[in-house]
T-cell receptor, first 107, second 114 residues
Framework: LAKTTQPISMDSYEGQEVNITCSHN???????ITWYQQFPSQGPRFIIQ???TKVTNEVASLFIPADRKSSTLSLPRVSLSDTAVYYC????????FGGGTRLMVKP | NAGVTQTPKFRILKIGQSMTLQCTQD?????MYWYRQDPGMGLKLIYY???????DKGEVPNGYNVSRSTTEDFPLRLELAAPSQTSVYFC?????????????FGQGTRLTVV
């Protein structure tokens, strides 16, 4: 069964770049890697998705090495409003999320 | 476009009562999920469905039941509510085809069992 592992928490300061890495144990060949963001009292929200190399959108970048055993979510110049929990869920039929990474952005 | 709609938003149940949490999606997604989230914790998968008429257990299915008679609806049934089922419940849907796409979540149902 595919399983992901990510740090429990991270601290940063406003204006810094934040990189959160996730390890993807037993990721299937046809599975995409996705990241979600969750604010308190809300459901998770999709941030970015990729399969290989680098993907960038208006809020984040996602780096995936050739072996696809890990991925790194990069948030450029974070602000206080980026304080949230970030998830890299296991792909496959059972979309399981685990505990996520709790990012705290300080002024 | 409503996306994923959950009802009710809040509910207080007494121990031993039963209730159904409703979830409806209007995106014609084939996969649907139910999660629970305890305070300060991640999401735990309760049940999921890969299409109408097909359901399967997730990580924490005990005390819950689901059905998927239509593509749009995926209700979660709690029988004999217990204090341990106090949690926030999220429903999600996603289209799974030749490439994965993003999952959409409802706004959650906050359930308290007293």
């Amino acid at each position: 069964l595919a399983k992901t592992t990510q740090p429990i928490s991270m601290d940063s300061y406003e204006g810094q770049e934040v990189n959160i890495t996730c390890s993807h144990n037993n990721i299937a060949t046809n599975d995409y890697i996705t990241w979600y963001q969750q604010f308190p009292s809300q459901g998770p929200r999709f941030i970015i998705q990729g399969y290989k190399t680098k993907v960038t959108n208006e809020v984040a970048s996602l780096f995936i090495p050739a072996d696809r055993k890990s991925s790194t979510l990069s948030l450029p110049r974070v602000s206080l409003s980026d304080t949230a929990v970030y998830y890299c869920p296991n792909a496959g039929n059972m979309l399981t999320f685990g505990g996520g990474t709790r990012l705290m952005v300080k002024p | 476009n409503a996306g994923v709609t959950q009802t009710p938003k809040f509910r207080i149940l007494k121990i031993g009562q039963s209730m159904t949490l409703q979830c409806t999606q209007d995106m014609n997604h084939n996969y649907m999920y139910w999660y629970r989230q305890d305070p300060g914790m991640g999401l735990k998968l309760i049940y999921y469905s890969v299409g109408a008429g097909i359901t399967d257990k997730g990580e924490v299915p005990n005390g819950y039941n689901v059905s998927r008679s239509t593509t749009e609806d995926f209700p979660l049934r709690l029988e004999l509510a217990a204090p341990s089922q106090t949690s926030v419940y999220f429903c999600a849907s996603v289209w799974v085809g030749t490439a994965n796409t993003e999952a959409f979540f409802g706004q959650g149902t906050r359930l308290t069992v007293v």
